[in-house]
């Protein structure tokens, strides 16, 4: 935390929280609309349900209803639903899956956050934005044990019987069962059936699961690239979903994109902006390098001004992000006649041989549009390689040798010496349903220096 920043607050901002305290004394005030960090069922795919406290009945779940404490979800089979709680974390519900919010503890400048999620049964894939307070929880309870994490992302597999697999995709997990702990490495899995102890982590991926449909942005990160790609002269259109984020955990309130009121960003000490014309706690965003784009609470539509992938970021300096808490999320529309069919993040292949595209790394974004365009940023690769792109074909959205069908290569690209590259060529695709993914590989194979996305649909009509 920035000593300036926190203590300048404290002495300036004291002054006129005192004395507007002795003004409503003797006078009533118009009130102050105050930013309020709610949970809410962000994407909805499918018939998905809530079922309030109390409540004996089910009502349909439409995106941007604001849930509670107590309030349960469920998914039909085929459906799916992505919530974002107050904090800019995020869980997916897979198909045939039932959750309850069982407790969110808003945050406060003097209390911990506590998020804690009762599953019954089915698939929820977790994206918990990092625990900064020591004293903050993120917790799934089963029948079988609770697991828990302090900034990661885990899938959470629930079967009839109640027993249980959680899976570490990135960051610290941990799994309690009977009194029990294990930690859980990236890339593995414990189980445990209810009334047993965890078993010891094997390595293993979890289940396929649907894209979330939307991008969390960490406050504590500068520059996030998105899966979004645009041309130039291309608009598009950044819908805030949830979350909320702030630039001094200890001392200032979380806010939303549109950053802090006048009266409480003058008092944070100034010079520590990416931007000095706007608030702490801006939305700003840029397309590859490009000019600096005004986001903050608007929706659009905005213009890119070069061609590449959609960033965004929190105004504040890459120096000050230490102190800093949340994450906002947003649903990114690009124009309709460049639509992104088939958007993902390339992730490093572990040294297991038989799991691909596993999430052990994030490495960047691979896109296919409408028109057979294929866009690809690697951001984490060896220095000065070549690579090749490749697409490969499947029956299915799901892998392995059975629905394999062809691995195909369409171009190459060079790492500079950061290990970060891009490409941009084209596939030809016939009308249909196709599945696939597309990798980037040092001499055409999976491996542990291949990168790749998930299956994904592209339907051309």
């Known amino acids: 935390m920035l000593w300036t920043r926190s203590s300048l607050f404290k002495i300036i901002f004291l002054v006129p929280v005192l004395f507007s305290l002795m003004l409503g004394i003797s006078s009533c005030a118009t009130k102050v609309a105050v930013f309020t960090p709610l949970t809410v069922l962000s994407i909805v795919g499918g018939n998905v349900e809530i079922q309030q406290p109390g409540a004996t ?76 307070d020591p004293a903050s929880r993120y917790e799934v309870d089963t029948q079988a044990g609770v697991a828990a994490v302090g900034g990661s992302k885990m ?8 027993t249980t697999g959680v899976y570490n995709l990135e960051g610290i997990i941990s799994f309690t069962a009977q009194g029990q702990e294990v930690m859980i490495p990236v890339g593995s899995v414990s189980t445990a059936t209810p009334g047993q102890v965890p078993s010891t982590p094997q390595p293993g991926t979890p289940p396929v699961m649907n894209a979330a449909g939307v991008t969390s942005i960490s406050s504590q990160t500068g520059w996030q690239q998105t899966g979004l790609y645009l041309n130039a002269g291309d608009k598009f259109y950044v819908d805030y979903s949830g979350g909320s984020w702030t630039v001094d955990y200890k001392n200032f309130p979380y806010v939303g994109p549109a950053g802090y009121t006048p009266d409480i960003d003058k008092t944070i000490v100034p010079g520590y902006k990416f931007d000095a014309s706007v608030p702490y706690g801006y939305l700003f965003g840029e397309v590859d390098n490009g000019k600096e784009i005004r986001i903050g609470d608007n929706s659009g539509p905005f213009t890119a001004d070069t061609s590449g992938f959609l960033s965004l970021r929190i105004n504040d300096s890459d120096a000050t992000l230490g102190d800093n808490d949340g994450a906002i999320t947003v649903n990114l529309r690009g ?82 010496t950061n290990g970060i590259g ?35 649909t592209i339907i051309i009509k």
């Open 335 to 416: 124009p309709a006649n460049n639509a992104l069919e088939v958007p993902g993040s390339l992730r490093q292949n572990p040294p297991v041989a038989d799991v691909p595209a596993a999430s052990e790394a994030i490495g960047g974004y691979a896109t296919i549009q409408a028109d057979g365009a294929v866009n690809v940023s690697l951001s984490a690769g060896s220095p000065s390689t070549a690579y090749g792109v490749y697409v490969e074909t499947y029956n299915g959205t799901t892998g392995g040798a059975g629905n394999y069908q062809s691995w195909d290569a369409i171009g190459s690209l060079t790492t500079d």
């Open 57 to 132: 009945s089910w009502t349909n779940g439409k995106e941007g209803i604001t849930l509670e404490a107590g309030d349960k979800v469920k998914t039909d089979a085929g459906a799916t639903a992505t919530i974002t709680f107050f904090d800019g974390s995020t869980i997916e519900l897979n198909s045939s899956t039932e959750i309850s919010l069982d407790e969110l503890l808003s945050k406060s400048s003097t209390s911990p956050k506590t998020i804690k999620i009762g599953q019954t049964i089915g698939e929820t894939s977790s994206s918990i934005v990092k625990l900064v």
């Open 155 to 162: 899938v959470v597999t629930v079967a009839t019987d109640g």
């Open 422 to 456: 891009t490409f941009s060529g084209s596939i030809s695709l016939s009308p249909g349903t196709h599945y696939l993914q597309i990798v980037v590989s040092i001499g055409g194979g999976w491996g542990s220096s291949a990168f790749g996305t998930n299956i994904a």
